[in-house]
Structure formats: structure tokens, C-alpha cells
């Protein structure tokens, strides 16, 4: 089970932190389980991994050998829920230079998270060359980024394969009924996946969202999901010794004492992608109505040479979250001749020179007064990333009832859309033109 730690914020808390957030934990906990809170129509995540679809799931093994026989590329084409928990797993499971190092499963890219010809022309040449297949992944079908990168591979992808051979390399994973992918999807024959209606974007990695580009890289996700099963399990356990319970408390009573600022860290690089995920699953869910504690996050120790100085010193305005993996998966020992400037460090492993890193950064911040949490997994594996993709869904789930607010919608997404579709004359926004048109924005 992941070990929850608050000794080293409890100075900066009040002594009712979680005494006296019970009653609201126990209202939020039920609110979750039954799908009776606001946004309760997207909670189906919360017992998603206790009840997975079997059928899919061979299904989703069977397109991933498929991917992986006919192609030395997979391009993912997706945007914020539907591609950062895909890539987050991805990195912090095999490597960030997975790219590199992949040798039985194809290369993964990412696509369709940006609207830079650059980036997407650099791609679409590399792959040019190569045996290639897409997945497309998107709740709405509708979502402009991935759109148009879709629109760019599948035109590649017909030119070099023809039309039937393309539709063989297509995987559309996007709403079992709705929207225009999915219409086109069936209409072209393609194989599709289903990201069930009542789990939403930033909760659906271990849908067939994040699921099929992790088979298809070879990542084990029969034991991701059994460790969200775990986690599920653990968490649904109401009780002021839940985890959950106490990071969503914690961190709700640093944020009444003017903590506005989480920084999520972790000493693997691996961990990086992670921290992306987990910035949109927490600044999407909170913040709204005016308020929500910012995500950041830092990779250490690097970020320690680059950000060290503002944590340490600069507004006291921040906590930390440090994710914590107890065992490396590697030896590393240090061989140092006698009398070199590192002897000091002779003899030990770098993964106990790293530990220690990460004591002393947490004894001087603390000192410097930013409130720590510490979170530990066994390892990095499939099992432990599963339970802490569930441990962090769920918390969240529980800090957005807390604060008062739906942690499930995103309304604040759509302004920019808004805004983006009048200046590019999409019917049905003529009255947005005209009002930019008039404040002289045209
Ligand atoms: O969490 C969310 O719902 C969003 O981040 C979406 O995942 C994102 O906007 C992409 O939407 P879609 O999957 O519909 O293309």
C-alpha cells in the first residue's frame, strides 16, 4: 500500500487539520462512491478498475500485437486527458528516451497537442519513411488539435498505404456513441475503442485512452490496472487513516493557511510526464470560482539547481508533494579511488546518494518553511504506477468536494476555443466575430 506521510508539514498546520474535515472527508468519500456529487455523472472511473471489461480488454491486446507487428512507429494523436496520461505512464515506466531505447515495440509519438506546423511537419517527414500507425484518441471527436493533426496523418497514411491499408493502421478510441469521430470510425471500419460516457479526460488513463498506446509499447497493463484495483480497494475504506483522506485534508488546510502553491516532485527523471498528468488532473478539477491551489511541479534533483534557490528562499507561499519510490530498479555503485574528492562516496549505491539528496532537501525546506508531504510506492513498476494514478484520481475527487467545487467539468476550457473559433469564422460563432470585430480584435 503507498505510505502517506505529513510529519514534515504538520508544523505549518492547524491541530484540527483533518479532526476537522471528517464530516466533509465522510460527505465526499459517499458523494464519490455513489456518484452523487456534482459531476456525479463522471465518476465512473472510481470503480472502473474492479470491473474491467474483459471482452475490450483482449480486444485491446490483440490491436496492440496488431501495432506492433505491422509497424516501427505508433503515432498518438490526442490532447491534455487524452494523451498526457498515455505518455506519463509511458515515461515513467519504460524511459523518457523510450524513443531510443525500444527494440520489439515501435516508437511512440506524440501528435496533436499542438497547432505548430513545425512540429507536426517534422513528424509527419520522419514517419514518412516508416511503417507507421495511428491512434487517435478523443472523448468529443471534435477537438481542434487533434482534428487536425488526424486530418494530416490519415492523408499520409493513405498516400503510402492506399485507403484499406490505412484504415488497417487506424485505432480510434473515442465516446462508444458520440461525435464525429466516432461516425466516421464506423463508417471508414476502423478499429475502435470505447472511453466509457461517464469518465472524462483527465480521469481516463486507464481507459482504453492510456491503455492501448502502453500494450502496443509493451508496458504490462493487466498489472497497472491490478494496482488501481488495490488502490481501490484500500481508499474505499472510509477513516481518517485513508491516504487520501489525509492528502486531501493536508492540503486543503495548507491552502487555508495561504499555501496557494503545490509543487509536485520526484528524484527519478522518469517521473516527469507524471507531474504533467497530475498538474492538469488537479488545475482542471480545482481550479475554478475564483480559487484552487496552482500546480507545479519540479523534477530533482535538476530542478534543484534551477528552482532550489525560490523554493528554499523566495515567497513562502508554496508546499511540496515529493513522490517517493522506496527501491530503484537498478544497482549503481560508486567506485572511487582513496583520496579522490568523492571518496566520501565510496562503497555506496546511487540510489542511497540520491535518498540522501532527497532527506536533506526535505530538511532544509522544511526549515525554510515549505510544508512537505511525502508519498512512497514500492517501486517503479506497472502495479505501483496504477495505485498511484487511482490514490491521486481519488484524492482529487475528494480536495474538489472539499473546496465546494465539481472537480469533473472543465468550463474554463472553452473560452480560448471560443475565441479561436470566431477568428477562424467556424459557423455558428458570428456573433463572438463580431463583438471582437467591433473591440477592434479582427
Ligand atoms: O480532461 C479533459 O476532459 C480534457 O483535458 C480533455 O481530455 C481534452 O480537452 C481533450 O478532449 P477530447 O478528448 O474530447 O479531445
Known amino acids: 500500500m503507498l505510505r502517506f506521510d505529513v510529519t514534515h508539514a504538520l508544523p505549518f498546520l492547524p491541530q484540527d487539520w483533518l479532526t476537522g474535515r471528517l464530516d466533509a472527508l465522510g460527505r465526499a468519500q459517499d458523494q464519490l462512491l455513489k456518484g452523487s456529487g456534482a459531476g456525479g455523472e463522471f465518476t465512473g472511473w472510481v470503480g472502473l478498475p474492479a470491473a474491467v471489461d474483459q471482452a475490450q480488454q483482449a480486444a485491446l491486446e490483440r490491436a496492440a500485437r496488431t501495432i506492433r ?18 505518455r506519463a505512464m509511458l515515461e515513467l515506466l519504460t524511459s523518457p528516451n523510450y524513443n531510443l ?51 494530416l496523418f490519415r492523408q499520409l497514411l493513405e498516400k503510402k498505404y492506399g485507403r484499406e491499408g490505412a484504415r488497417q493502421r487506424i485505432f480510434v478510441t ?57 488502490a481501490q480497494k484500500n481508499l474505499s475504506r472510509p477513516g481518517p487513516d485513508n491516504p487520501a483522506w489525509q492528502y486531501a485534508a ?27 498528468w497530475w498538474k492538469q488532473l488537479f488545475g482542471e478539477s480545482e481550479g475554478k470560482q475564483g480559487q484552487g491551489i496552482f500546480p507545479a511541479c519540479v523534477e530533482l534533483t535538476a530542478d534543484l539547481h534551477s528552482m532550489g534557490q525560490y523554493i528554499q528562499e523566495g515567497s513562502r507561499n508554496l508546499f511540496e508533494t ?8 537498478t544497482a549503481c555503485p560508486l567506485t572511487v579511488q582513496a583520496g579522490d574528492e568523492l571518496a566520501f562516496l565510496r562503497g555506496q549505491d546511487l540510489h542511497h546518494v540520491n535518498e540522501q539528496a532527497r532527506r536533506g532537501t526535505l530538511l532544509a525546506h522544511v526549515a525554510g518553511g515549505v510544508p512537505n ?70
Open 101 to 151: 531505447l525500444c527494440r520489439d515495440t515501435p516508437q511512440v509519438f506524440f501528435a496533436g497537442n499542438t497547432l505548430s506546423p513545425d512540429a507536426v511537419t517534422e513528424l509527419l517527414d520522419y514517419v514518412a519513411e516508416k511503417d507507421f500507425s495511428v491512434n487517435v484518441v478523443s472523448k468529443s471527436g471534435g477537438t481542434t488539435e487533434p482534428a487536425a493533426a488526424f486530418l
Open 69 to 86: 507487428d505491422q509497424s516501427r512507429v505508433l503515432v498518438v494523436i490526442g490532447i491534455g486527458g487524452s494523451y498526457l496520461g498515455a
Open 174 to 230: 473515442t465516446d462508444p456513441r458520440a461525435g464525429s469521430l466516432r461516425a466516421w470510425a464506423e463508417e471508414a471500419g476502423c478499429a475502435t475503442f470505447a472511453i466509457p460516457p461517464d469518465i472524462g479526460g483527465r480521469y481516463s488513463v486507464l481507459t482504453p485512452a492510456g491503455l492501448l498506446p502502453l500494450a502496443a509499447a509493451g508496458v504490462d497493463v493487466a498489472e497497472m490496472l491490478s494496482g488501481a484495483a488495490q
Open 322 to 329: 515529493v513522490v517517493r519510490f522506496a527501491r530503484s530498479r
Open 373 to 442: 508531504l511525502l508519498l512512497t510506492a514500492g517501486e517503479r513498476s506497472a502495479y505501483w504506477a496504477g495505485q498511484l494514478v487511482y490514490f491521486f484520481q481519488f484524492a482529487c475527487g475528494l480536495s474538489g468536494y472539499l473546496s465546494g467545487v465539481n472537480p469533473f467539468d472543465q468550463p474554463g476550457v472553452e473560452a480560448y476555443k471560443a475565441n479561436m473559433f470566431a477568428l477562424l469564422g467556424k459557423p455558428g460563432h458570428e456573433a463572438r466575430r463580431q463583438s471582437l470585430a467591433e473591440a477592434g480584435l479582427v
Open 250 to 276: 493536508a492540503r486543503q488546510a495548507l491552502y487555508a493557511g495561504g499555501k496557494g502553491i503545490e509543487l509536485l516532485g520526484c528524484y527519478e527523471p522518469h517521473f516527469r510526464f507524471f507531474g504533467e
